[in-house]
């Protein structure tokens, strides 16, 4: 058999005592396997050259010993393939023009740029060969409305009053933006990942109503489109975007950020709601830049409320950090982490 067999319970809701561990961002800046690659090549070629891509990607599993792996890409190339000049600098990705009224008839035809992405499937096929045969591997596309908001702001902070102000532009954006994603996520599906995982991290900066109404029937399209095989990750969001039409579409999982108290809701809404699938999430990753006592009593008071549910409350859970691992962050501490979670639920 391929794949984790704690994260394969985790995805059909089977209880376990021991959850699975990955972190976003676990193959970053903060890694000295990372950082060794990284002061040989590009940010752009580890992406883009797929034997470099895998090489990055089975570092932590190395290292760490995570559960999952996850495609070393970046959410952004969706933008590059219409067009938008996409180069990394030391400050940051930028684009070489914004959207707007005026230049979005310079996006080229998504059904004719999608071959471009094709080096996220061969790096996620090369991944696959490179992993043991017990850890699993999923990929990850960015969600349409954030790839709207980078293209629209060159970034995603802030009020994105440029953003708001155009989302008269956003249906003809997200046509295009769907007929990549439904390209790429197949080529990953294909070559071995066991789910795709659309990271949103720009929905949190939205009303409910507004993410009812502009985000989830794109989003629920693509579920439909890729039934229990799609995964969904957002910043920032609260219990009111979880409605009703969202759940009712076949996702195999959710993540959560560290603003929710995860245990609390998996004992009081999560049946109540019908939450397919995987929780994922949700230790706050800035705590893993405490010292070693203090990470370790925040760590503790976090697992004695998973330890606060039975098995079956907890049937799903996927351990991890809220949000993406931070630069910098101490790779003893990462350990520290994966050690007392796993010796919390009882694994030697």
């Known amino acids: ?27 970053g800046r903060y890694h000295s396997h990372y950082q060794a690659l990284r002061k040989q090549h590009s940010f752009e070629e580890l992406c883009k050259v797929p034997e470099l891509a895998a090489e990055v990607a089975w570092g932590p599993i190395q290292d760490f010993d995570f559960d999952v792996a996850i495609l070393f890409s970046d959410i952004l190339f969706p933008l590059e393939a219409l067009g938008m000049g996409l180069k990394y600098t030391e400050e940051g990705p930028r684009l070489s023009f914004q959207l707007d009224q005026d230049s979005i008839g310079k996006l080229k035809p998504a059904s004719q740029v999608c071959e471009f992405l094709n ?27 954030t790839l709207f908001v980078y293209a629209c702001e060159g970034g995603h902070s802030g009020s994105l009053t440029k953003t708001k102000s155009q989302m008269h532009l956003y249906a ?80 195999t999982g959710f ?41 370790k009593k925040y760590l503790s008071d976090y697992i004695a409320t998973w330890k606060n549910l039975t098995v079956e409350q907890r049937a799903g ?29 009882g694994e030697s």
């Open 172 to 251: 003809q954006f997200a046509e295009a933006m769907y007929t990549l994603h439904v390209y790429t996520i197949q080529k990953q599906l294909d070559a071995g990942a066991e789910v795709v995982h659309i990271f949103d991290t720009a929905a949190g900066e939205l009303s409910p109503a507004f993410f009812q109404q502009y985000l989830v029937p794109t989003l629920n399209k693509l579920a439909h489109r890729f039934p229990h095989q799609l995964g969904y990750y957002s910043k920032g969001t609260q219990a009111a975007f979880l409605n009703t039409e969202l759940l009712s579409a076949p996702w």
């Open 1 to 27: 058999m391929i794949g984790n067999i704690k994260f394969q319970n985790a995805l059909k809701k089977i209880p376990q005592a021991v959850p699975p561990i990955w972190f976003m961002r676990q193959a």
């Open 255 to 295: 993540g959560f950020d560290h603003r929710w108290d995860l245990p609390q809701f998996l004992r009081e809404s999560r049946s109540e709601l019908n939450v397919p699938g995987f929780i994922q999430g949700n230790f706050d990753q800035a705590l893993l830049h405490c010292s070693p006592e203090d990470l």
């Open 119 to 145: 080096f996220q499937g061969q790096a996620m096929g090369l991944t696959r060969k490179k992993l043991p045969a017990n850890k699993s591997l999923i990929g990850f596309v960015g969600g349409i409305w």
């Open 317 to 345: 859970w996927v351990s991890g950090l809220g949000h993406g691992i931070l630069p910098k962050t101490p790779e003893a501490h990462v350990h520290t982490f994966i050690t007392m979670i796993r010796k919390a639920f």
